[in-house]
């Protein structure tokens, strides 16, 4: 499965065709997913499918599709600075692997109530989310709200 | 199963890679921000990954605000980019050159 997405991924941005490229990515939350439940995330598994595969990812698909697709298919997908590009991924996905071995796998001991899991990973969350982080809850509710107007603002047809 | 963490953390980082090679190498602004929530994605592997090995929910919970700000991105940039293919048309980032002097 990690295999899938990563393939899926490099697919994704790759193809010339933005549709395709978008139906690759969906390819590769749906595999995110998967390796959410793998790691006993139900519920961000749960939020992966429908916020990301449902809802931004459709988001997208319509805005690609209010554009002029067959235009951009003949432009160059890379910029001519691409080779700097994928030296600059590279160097990110090293470093975030030497960062880890530098630090030594973070110890596996300290198995601090580790399987609450069984009665519920829903239950837990809903308990975390409300209990010690509700500030930033409601931070987080206030960011999309401000996201909405923002969004609204932006694209709205100027008056006259 | 038992996923083993380094593998897992493996994932993430070149999904992170990924993520930023396409942010930067893509022409299309639609795109770039889909490189974008690839790379978010990847943070959110890893946290859920972390969760799992360190036995705590706060990766979780953790990965569930990145969601929420992602999905907060997304309005707003293609809300932008709605505004800017009304001025342009075309989604490539070597048009907007209006900022440029």
Known sequence: MAAASVASALLAVTRRNPVHSMLWVLALFLHVAGIFLLLGAEFLAAVQVIVYAGAILMFYLFVVMLFDLPAEEVRPRFGNHWPFAAAVGLGFACLAWIARVGAGAPSAGTPVAVERVPQGNLRAIGTALFGPFVLPFEIASLILLAAIIGAVVLARRRAA | ?101
Request: no cysteine; net charge positive; glycine share 10%.
């Open chain 2, 1 to 101: 199963m038992i996923v083993p963490v380094n593998v897992v953390l493996a994932l993430s980082a070149v999904l992170f890679g990924i993520g930023a090679f396409g942010f930067l190498a893509r022409r299309n602004i639609i795109l770039m921000l889909i490189s974008v929530e690839v790379m978010l994605n990847a943070v959110n592997v890893s946290l859920a990954g972390f969760s799992r090995h360190l036995g705590d929910l706060r990766g979780q919970v953790l990965a569930l605000f990145v969601i929420a700000v992602a999905a907060a991105e997304v309005g707003v940039g293609l809300g932008l980019v709605i505004a800017l293919n009304r001025n342009k048309p075309g989604a490539a980032v070597g048009d907007l050159t209006k900022l440029k002097w």
